[in-house]
């Protein structure tokens, strides 16, 4: 593992650090913000994943977070969106390949040999993180579009390895969106019956644990009624008793500057969660 980028931030440090990754088969890069609490005691983690196109220096450079991490002495953890390299398969287009993995485990050539994202954020990067920063394990995760997917998806089918979850403009029901059925015939094959393991609707029916989810979604945002629907989660939710809280907000598109309008109260959320226990 190799520190990239060091740069102090709110009394802490904002880092990145490149790694071989045993599970990606690639060099993987990730963000961590250590707040000025790790500096003398241990810190719980909240992982951020981005959505299509992002990397790891989306949210730390936009959404403002460092702030409300040092107030809370929480640690931010941002891992890339896909695998990288020259032999990772990749193909046309902003929502297929490099840059949008879908935080899936894919099984169809050529895409399984390296785009295995969600083992990679549910167990090698965590142990990553835990084995070599001031951090506990207590985990919280949270995510933007595609990484809001990911953040509901992982939380969902990982009991036990989350304290809580919230997401910004989610992809919620990948199986009925154009985004989420192209991503998923091609990583996952053309059954889809395989393709709920990974779809937060179908997940919350059954859901073996209920942590407390926060969904914040722009009314004005471009995607909202083409790939977000964000009303089928909740009805899903509704229906089996699990608690979400779904927040409209008036005037808000699908940007940064959403997030960071209501980053200090995801951050906030997951504070408490983290904490509480």
Not at 200 to 214: Q, R, V
Request: hydrophobic share 45%; charged share 15%.
């Amino acid at each position: 593992m190799e520190r990239i980028e060091h740069r102090a931030c709110f009394g802490g440090w904002q880092d990145v650090y490149q790694h071989a990754s045993a599970t990606l088969g690639c060099v993987m890069r990730f963000a961590i913000y250590l707040p000025p609490q790790a500096g003398h005691a241990k810190v719980p983690v909240l992982y951020w994943l981005s959505g299509l196109t992002c990397n790891e220096q989306n949210f730390i450079t936009k959404a403002g977070a460092q702030r409300y991490a040092a107030e809370h002495g929480i640690a931010i953890v941002c891992p890339d969106t896909s695998p990288r390299g020259d032999a990772v398969a990749d193909a046309e287009g902003y929502d297929l390949g490099k840059g949008a993995g879908f935080y899936v485990n894919a099984t169809q050539a050529p895409w399984a040999a390296h785009y295995q994202m969600h083992d990679y954020v549910a167990h090698e990067l965590p142990a990553l993180i835990e084995a070599n920063f001031a951090v506990t394990s207590a985990r919280a995760i949270s995510g933007h579009s595609m990484g809001g997917h990911g953040a509901l998806t992982l939380a969902l089918r990982n009991p036990g390895l989350y304290r809580s979850v919230s997401a910004f403009s989610p992809i919620v029901a990948p199986m009925q969106v154009p985004w989420g059925q192209k991503a998923f015939a091609a990583y996952l094959g053309d059954d889809v019956t395989t393709w709920a393991q990974y779809d937060a609707c179908a997940l919350i029916k059954a859901a073996a644990e209920k942590l407390p989810i926060l969904i914040d979604q722009g009314e004005a945002d471009e995607f909202l009624d083409g790939q977000l629907k964000p009303w089928l989660l909740k009805g899903a939710a509704d229906a089996s008793g699990y608690p979400v809280c779904l927040r409209m907000q008036p005037g808000h598109d699908h940007s940064y500057y959403f997030i960071a309008s209501f980053i200090g109260e995801h951050i906030a959320h997951h504070a408490f969660n983290l904490k509480s226990v």
